[in-house]
Nanobody
Framework: QVHVVESGGDLVQPGGSLRLSCAASGSIFSIYAMGWYRQAPGKQREVVAGITSGGTTNYADSVKGRFTISRDNAKNTVYLQMKSLKLEDTAVYYC??????????????WGQGTRVTVSS
């Protein structure tokens, strides 16, 4: 079983910065990719950014140039540095880890989410 835990969500003013963290633990043999998603009130969950074990990243157009995803493979941890936050970045941010466990079975695990509120 693989557990994913996010942290770092907070209330921040427009233009401010915040860093989210996500750690995966448990029966992990390897993680192929980790990513951040978000769900705003009344909207569907959307992808924010992703990173592979090799360091390849991708971003939603809405966050390009403002958000940076990074990863510590040794710690099975991924970070999301968010800058120049906007009101529309308000959402619950979820982390996903995809890989294989010790039995070489694939997994895709989600965390419970961390809330980011951008408000003046």
């Amino acid at each position: 079983q693989v557990h994913v835990v996010e942290s770092g969500g907070d209330l921040v003013q427009p233009g401010g910065s915040l860093r989210l963290s996500c750690a995966a633990s448990g029966s992990i043999f390897s993680i192929y990719a980790m990513g951040w998603y978000r769900q705003a009130p009344g909207k569907q969950r959307e992808v924010v950014a992703g990173i592979t074990s090799g360091g390849t990243t991708n971003y939603a157009d809405s966050v390009k140039g403002r958000f940076t995803i990074s990863r510590d493979n040794a710690k099975n941890t991924v970070y999301l540095q968010m800058k120049s936050l906007k009101l529309e970045d308000t959402a619950v941010y979820y982390c996903n880890a995809a890989g294989s466990d010790y039995s070489r079975h694939p997994f895709s695990s989600w965390g419970q989410g961390t809330r980011v509120t951008v408000s003046s």
